[in-house]
T-cell receptor, first 116, second 111 residues
């Protein structure tokens, strides 16, 4: 069975601090995909990144970076120099085989509050 | 490009009543999923349509839930009769490729 654990329920930081959101996953698939979604107060889930199990390179996109480590089954997300607009609930998710045609298994989410 | 739209945005009904949620996908997206998030818990998969066919309905909780997708376009999710534990937010992302595009969902409150 697939499982995603986001141990941090809520995190509060002050603007400009760096913050890392943890994600640990379990799967028996050899091919799988990992995702991060952001849910701002408006409610929709916004896609941030998709990473396949064969690509362990870390990725950086502006202030966002992702650290994928198969050895520890983790896919952590770091926001550098956080801003108030980063306040949201962040979900890590996992899917097997073809990411676009397979159901997503989500973690419970981490609520991030960035205070001015 | 219009995003996924869901109607209503919020529905409040009494236990035992029937509610139908509607989802209009992004044009051209063959894959349509339903998920729900019960308060404080994970977002959980309900089912997956490819066009008008049910590809995977393993997440449907019980036979009080009925999903349809007419002609491979919009989809409906009917809950009949609704129970208190059905309260939550229902999402229906659609996908043309690997990215599932989510809308804001429908918040269902059963009292």
């Amino acid at each position: 069975a697939q499982k995603v654990t986001q141990a941090q329920t809520e995190i509060s930081v002050v603007e400009k601090e760096d913050v890392t959101l943890d994600c640990v996953y379990e799967t028996r698939d050899t091919t799988y995909y990992l995702f991060w979604y952001k849910q701002p107060p408006s409610g929709e889930l916004v896609f941030l990144i998709r990473r396949n199990s064969f690509d362990e390179q870390n990725e950086i996109s502006g202030r966002y970076s992702w650290n994928f480590q198969k050895s520890t089954s983790s896919f952590n997300f770091t926001i550098t120099a956080s801003q108030v607009v980063d306040s949201a609930v962040y979900f890590c998710a996992l899917s097997g085989r073809q990411g676009g045609s397979e159901k997503l298994v989500f973690g419970k989410g981490t609520k991030l509050t960035v205070n001015p | 490009e219009a995003g996924v739209t869901q109607f209503p945005s919020h529905s409040v009904i009494e236990k035992g009543q029937t509610v139908t949620l509607r989802c209009d996908p992004i044009s051209g997206h063959d894959n349509l999923y339903w998920y729900r998030r019960v308060m404080g818990k994970e977002i959980k998969f309900l089912l997956h349509f490819v066009k008008e066919s049910k590809q995977d309905e393993s997440g449907m909780p019980n036979n009080r839930f009925l999903a349809e997708r007419t002609g491979g376009t919009y989809s409906t999710l009917k809950v009949q009769p609704a129970e208190l534990e059905d309260s939550g937010v229902y999402f229906c992302p659609t996908a043309g490729g690997y990215e599932q595009y989510f809308g804001p969902g429908t918040r269902l409150t059963v009292t």
